[in-house]
């Protein structure tokens, strides 16, 4: 096994003798755009982590259809809930492009949480950073029309990707960020039409905020978006900035001093 994958397990917070005991029952793995890494419902799925690639935490349904409610992006944990509450996996995780992963058996990331309290209060942290930017999706689709669904919704999925390994930010940041997937998906979990989603496209992309290709989005000047999210969180900006252009006013304010 790789120095990376033992320094990757270290910085959780586990002991050496816990990294020691994982590192054999450790498992890469490669999967293909659309290929399912866990279905919901199975028993004790294994805790996952996102090499390269992106991949959508959703729900199912009857139809066979995926409603995605989180998008995760290299340097992700994913699968926690299920060795969290012990119960078998309540969302499904589909790929939105090909993946790279590793896993780790449940039994053995669910014993580290009961015996590591270092790598117990990583796991807290980190899921309580991802459940405030939920509770953040769900206040703009609440409270906020169309254009800020869209724009700071997009400023919050740049800063879940930057901030990779949860509540610790990236600070080699690069000054624009690709997020390769669909417009259909991005205007769902921003809780907007498709069509609404690319008409705010059109106008960020004009004025020079992000560049848009088949299957893609590339957020340019990656610094302000990120900014963006911090402002919105303190300022609650959705609710005072309504349309497009207030918005890219906004940024390009923030942008001074971003």
């Given at each position: 096994?790789?120095?990376?994958?033992?320094?990757?397990?270290?910085?959780?917070?586990?002991?050496?003798?816990?990294?020691?005991?994982?590192?054999?029952?450790?498992?890469?793995?490669?999967?293909?755009?659309?290929?399912?890494?866990?279905?919901?419902?199975?028993?004790?799925?294994?805790?996952?982590?996102?090499?390269?690639?992106?991949?959508?935490?959703?729900?199912?349904?009857?139809?066979?259809?995926?409603?995605?409610?989180?998008?995760?992006?290299?340097?992700?944990?994913?699968?926690?809930?299920?060795?969290?509450?012990?119960?078998?996996?309540?969302?499904?995780?589909?790929?939105?492009?090909?993946?790279?992963?590793?896993?780790?058996?449940?039994?053995?990331?669910?014993?580290?949480?009961?015996?590591?309290?270092?790598?117990?209060?990583?796991?807290?942290?980190?899921?309580?950073?991802?459940?405030?930017?939920?509770?953040?999706?769900?206040?703009?689709?609440?409270?906020?029309?169309?254009?800020?669904?869209?724009?700071?919704?997009?400023?919050?999925?740049?800063?879940?990707?930057?901030?990779?390994?949860?509540?610790?930010?990236?600070?080699?940041?690069?000054?624009?960020?690709?997020?390769?997937?669909?417009?259909?998906?991005?205007a769902f979990l921003c809780g907007v039409s498709r069509g609404i989603?690319?008409?705010?496209?059109?106008?960020?992309?004009?004025?020079?905020?992000?560049?848009?290709?088949?299957?893609?989005?590339?957020?340019?000047?990656?610094?302000?978006?990120?900014?963006?999210?911090?402002?919105?969180?303190?300022?609650?900006?959705?609710?005072?900035?309504?349309?497009?252009?207030?918005?890219?006013?906004?940024?390009?304010?923030?942008?001074?001093?971003?």
């Amino acid at each position: 096994m790789s120095i990376n994958t033992y320094t990757l397990l270290k910085n959780l917070g586990l002991s050496e003798r816990q990294v020691v005991s994982m590192l054999p029952a450790v498992a890469n793995k490669t999967y293909s755009s659309d290929q399912i890494i866990c279905p919901k419902g199975q028993p004790e799925p294994p805790w996952t982590h996102i090499f390269s690639g992106m991949v959508c935490g959703g729900i199912a349904s009857s139809e066979a259809a995926h409603n995605p409610l989180s998008i995760f992006g290299p340097g992700t944990w994913i699968g926690e809930a299920a060795f969290l509450n012990r119960k078998p996996a309540q969302l499904e995780y589909v790929c939105l492009s090909p993946v790279r992963v590793m896993h780790i058996p449940y039994a053995m990331v669910q014993d580290a949480y009961e015996r590591e309290p270092e790598f117990s209060r990583y796991i807290g942290r980190m899921v309580s950073w991802r459940d405030q930017h939920r509770i953040e999706m769900l206040g703009l689709a609440r409270l906020a029309t169309p254009p800020p669904r869209v724009i700071i919704g997009l400023a919050l999925f740049a800063e879940a990707l930057q901030c990779a390994y949860t509540h610790v930010p990236n600070r080699h940041l690069e000054s624009a960020l690709e997020i390769p997937v669909k417009q259909a998906v991005l205007a769902f979990l921003c809780g907007v039409s498709r069509g609404i989603f690319s008409l705010c496209l059109q106008q960020l992309a004009a004025g020079g905020w992000c560049q848009v290709s088949y299957a893609s989005i590339t957020l340019l000047r990656l610094k302000t978006w990120l900014r963006l999210a911090e402002v919105h969180r303190s300022q609650h900006l959705a609710l005072s900035h309504t349309t497009v252009p207030e918005l890219i006013a906004l940024m390009a304010h923030e942008g001074n001093f971003g």
